[in-house]
C-alpha cells in the first residue's frame, strides 16, 4: 500500500536578478527583473508502507523542495501529492500529527532545556496524554541510548547527541512517514554509523517509513533498499539499490597484484584506472568484456592476488549526476 | 491551548535559567526612570501643580508603568526572531508542528515576556514609592483591572510586532518597520500621556497601538475610573481580535509565498 504518492508534481522559484555594479544595483532598484527556476519538473512516483527510500541528486537538484512539498512547508505549482490519505497544502495540520521532519541542517530542540524536557514538549505538542508520552521517552530512550545525557541541556550535548535527540523528538507521536534531510551531515564517521544503526532500528521495530536525503552514500547504501535520484528537478533514477549497483552501470573493479611489471594498454571495454610497479586497477565493462577476458590480458601464471569488486556506489551516482547534465 | 500553555511553560523555563541576564537589563530601567523623574520634577515647578490633568506624581507613575509594559517586552527580539525564522527558512520546523506560528510566537513570547514583568513591576513600583513617598490610590478591584488591562497591552504589544515580523514573507527585511513602531510606542506613547498631544490629534491617537498598549493601563494605574477602565478593556479586547486576525491572514499568504531554498 502507497503512504506517498506524488503526480506530476512541479514548482518554480522565482529569482531576483541584478547586474554587476553600481548601476546595476540601481536597475534592479528602479525595474527589478526575476528569473523563473524551475526547481522540480514534474515528478512522479510512489512509497509504499515501511519502505525506506533514499531521495537523492546533487546540490540544487530539487530534493529539498521536493522533500518540503510532502511536508506540506512549500505549495506546489502544479501536480498532486498524498501523503498517508493527506493532501499537505489542505490539511497540512492533520499530517502533522503523522508524520516527523528531521533537518540536519536546522535545530527544532529548544537548546537551553534538557532532552527530557523538550520530548515532554513534543509530547504536548501532539497532544499525548502525560503517562503516554512518559512510556514513549523510556522506550526510545533505550533505543537511541540517550541515557547518559537525558538530564543535560541540548547547548552542551555534542552534534551527535544533538542528532539522536532531534530523532527521538520527531518519533514521540509514532509518525507513519519520518523525512530525514541529510540527518548525518557534519557527523564523525563513528556517529554517522551509529545513527544508521538506529534509524535501521528504528524502522524495524516501528515500519516507520523513512524518506531520507543524503550526500553521504554510505548513509544510502547501508540504509535504504529504493533509490530516487534527482536531477536538474527531474526523476533521472527510481531503482532498487541492488539493481542500481549491479546493472546500471554494468561494470567491475579489477584490482591485482602481478609478479612482473606487466605493460598493459586500455583496451575497449578494459580501462586501466591505476598502474604502479606490480600493482595494477582496471575497470571492465561488462556489456563489451568478460571477467575473464580481463583476467587473460593479465595472464593468471604473473598473478600473485586478485580483487574483483563492484564500481563504488559513490562513482555510481557522480556518473548519473554527470548524464543528467547532459 | 494546553500545547500553547506548554510552549509558555517551556519558554518560562528557559528563562528562569537566565534571571541575572535581566536583573542586568534593570540598570537602563532604573536610568530611564531617573531621567523623567528629573525632567518632570523640573517642568514641575510646584509639585501641586497640575498640567493637562496630570500631577507631577502622576506623570512620573505613568512613566513608571509604561516604561515598564515596553522594557519587559523585548520587541526587538521577537521581531528579529521572526525575521530570521522567515529568512533563514528555520520557519519550516514550526510549519510541519501540528501548530499555529502566529499563537506559538505570542505564547513563546509571553514565557519571555511574564518573568521580565514580574521583576520589573517589583523594581518600578519600589523606585515610584522611594522616590515620590505615594502610591496611587488603588483599590485591590482595581488593581486587578490594572493586571488585566497590562496584560492585554503586552499581548497585543506582542501580536502587533507578530505582523511587522511577518512581513518578511513579502518584502527582504521587516526590522525598519519595527524601529518605526517602537520609536511611535515609545517617544509618542511612553514619555507624554495623550492629552498632552495637540486636540485635533487626539482622536486618532485613540484609535492607534498607543492608546492600547501604553496609555490605556498608564491612565487607569494613575487615575482609576470604573467608566474609562471598562472603555479601555473593550477596545483592547477589539484591537486584539483584529491584530490577531491580520497575523493569521499575513501568515496564511505568506506561507503560500515562502521561498525556502537549500537543504
Redesign the interface.
Known sequence: MAVITVENLSKN??VKVKEKGLKGSFKSFVKPKYNIIKAVKNISFEVEKGEMIAFIGP??AGK??SI?MM?????PDSGKIDVLGYDPTKN???L??E?G?V??????L?T??TPY?NF??FG????IPGKQVEKKIEELRELFELEEFMNTPVRNLSLGQRIRCEIVASLIHEPKVLFL??PTIGLDPVVKEKIRTLIKRMNKEYKTTVVLTSHDVSDIEKLCKRVIIVNKGQIVLDDTMENLKYHYLNKKIIDAKMKEKVNLDSVEGINILKDKDYNLKLEVDLKKKSISDAIKLLNPDNMIDINISNVPLEQIISEIYKDGDK | MKKYLYIFQSELMTNLQYTFDILVGFVSYCIMIFIFLNLWQYIYSDPSEVIKGYTMNQMIWYVIVTEILWMSLGGRKLCKKICNDVRSGNITYNITKPYNYVEYSLFSHLGITTLKIFLITILGMLLGIVFLKEFPKLTILSVLGVLLSCALATTINIVLITIIGLISFFIEDANPFFWLYSKLILVVGTIFPIEFFPKAIQPIMKYSPIYVVSYGPAKLFVDFDTHRFIEIIIIQVIYLIIALLIAHLIYWKGVRKLNVNGG
Do not use: V
Open positions: 522559484f522565482k546540490n540544487g529539498s523542495t518540503k511536508t506540506g512547508i512549500l505549495f497540512r495540520r492533520k502533522a500529527y508524520i521532519c533537518f540536519g541542517q536546522k535545530e527544532q529548544w537551553h532545556l524536557d515532554k514538549f504536548a505538542i501532539y497532544d534531510d541529510e
